[in-house]
């Protein structure tokens, strides 16, 4: 099984890097963790064959991680997609999806679709399986607008990723990512306490309970992209591949 960062940056582009978009692959599976609105030149450029995903998870609703889904839609039309797909996420996602695509792509929302997809609201902590792929969302902290917000513990092959998603030092992290074999963190800051972001420092003083067997940080701003080569952790690049 692997993940591929097809996009790590967060939503002003830092470094130049495209939006939240992770591909997970593996003998039975392939799926996409959140969809930013840079995602689909993003998949092409890696060679990625979208119609092969039968999953998409959303975190939340904001453009740098939901914003693709109408770009990969209209995609999949126009490529004459006939595999089924999912697209499963936070209370809500229905009506975001629609008001979404109708707002980019005027009608789309009632194009028939070629495919079969379906839209799958997601409760906290109650864990759903899709496929081969079991799901357990857990509620995060990222502010007033654009929830709710979820974190994603995806068990699959024998594996266990973890993806915080966008936000703050929350305790639910830590039954999230319990000893998962990766664990993609946010670390938006080097040490800076904001409300809504993760920093690094408060993130290394739970590191201990959470015990995830690897650790990658995504989803950096300026400040951390300065210290990547300081860092004793891997950090997430577009492209980059994690084997698990």
Same mark, same amino acid.
């Given at each position: 099984?692997? *993940?591929? !960062?097809?996009?790590?940056?967060?939503?002003?582009?830092?470094?130049? /890097?495209?939006?939240?978009?992770?591909?997970?692959? $593996?003998?039975?599976?392939?799926?996409?963790?959140?969809?930013?609105?840079?995602?689909?030149?993003?998949?092409?450029?890696?060679?990625?064959?979208?119609?092969?995903?039968?999953?998409?998870?959303?975190?939340?609703?904001?453009?740098?991680?939901?914003?693709? *889904?109408? !770009?990969?839609?209209?995609?999949?039309?126009?490529?004459?997609?006939? /595999?089924?797909?999912?697209?499963?996420?936070?209370? $809500?996602?229905?009506?975001?999806?629609?008001?979404?695509?109708?707002?980019?792509?005027?009608?789309?929302?009632?194009?028939?679709?070629?495919?079969?997809?379906?839209?799958?609201?997601?409760?906290?902590?109650?864990?759903?399986?899709?496929?081969?792929?079991k799901v357990t969302p857990y509620p995060v902290v990222h502010g007033e607008s654009g929830g709710p917000f979820l974190a994603y513990r995806v068990e699959a092959e024998g594996r266990v990723i973890t993806y915080s998603a966008d936000t703050e030092w929350t305790d639910a992290l830590i039954p999230a990512a319990r000893g998962a074999d990766l664990f993609v963190a946010e670390a938006y800051y080097y040490d800076k306490i904001v409300r809504n972001h993760l920093s690094l420092k408060t993130l290394e003083a739970h590191l201990g309970e959470i015990n995830a067997r690897r650790l990658v940080l995504t989803h950096m701003s300026d400040d951390m992209l300065g210290r990547v080569s300081e860092l004793p952790y891997t950090t997430a690049e577009d492209g980059m591949v994690i084997e698990l």
């Open positions: 099984m692997q *993940l591929r !960062f097809v996009g790590c940056g967060d939503a002003l582009g830092s470094g130049g /890097r495209f939006n939240t978009c992770f591909h997970i692959t $593996g003998s039975s599976i392939n799926f996409l963790i959140d969809c930013g609105a840079s995602s689909l030149p993003a998949l092409k450029r890696l060679g990625i064959v979208r119609d092969a995903i039968d999953l998409i998870l959303i975190t939340h609703f904001h453009g740098d991680h939901f914003g693709g *889904l109408p !770009f990969l839609l209209l995609d999949a039309q126009f490529t004459r997609r006939s /595999r089924p797909l999912v697209i499963a996420g936070p209370q $809500g996602i229905e009506t975001k999806l629609a008001n979404l695509m109708e707002a980019l792509f005027e009608h789309s929302s009632k194009t028939r679709q070629r495919f079969d997809l379906s839209v799958v609201a997601l409760e906290p902590e109650q864990s759903r399986t899709f496929g081969e792929i």
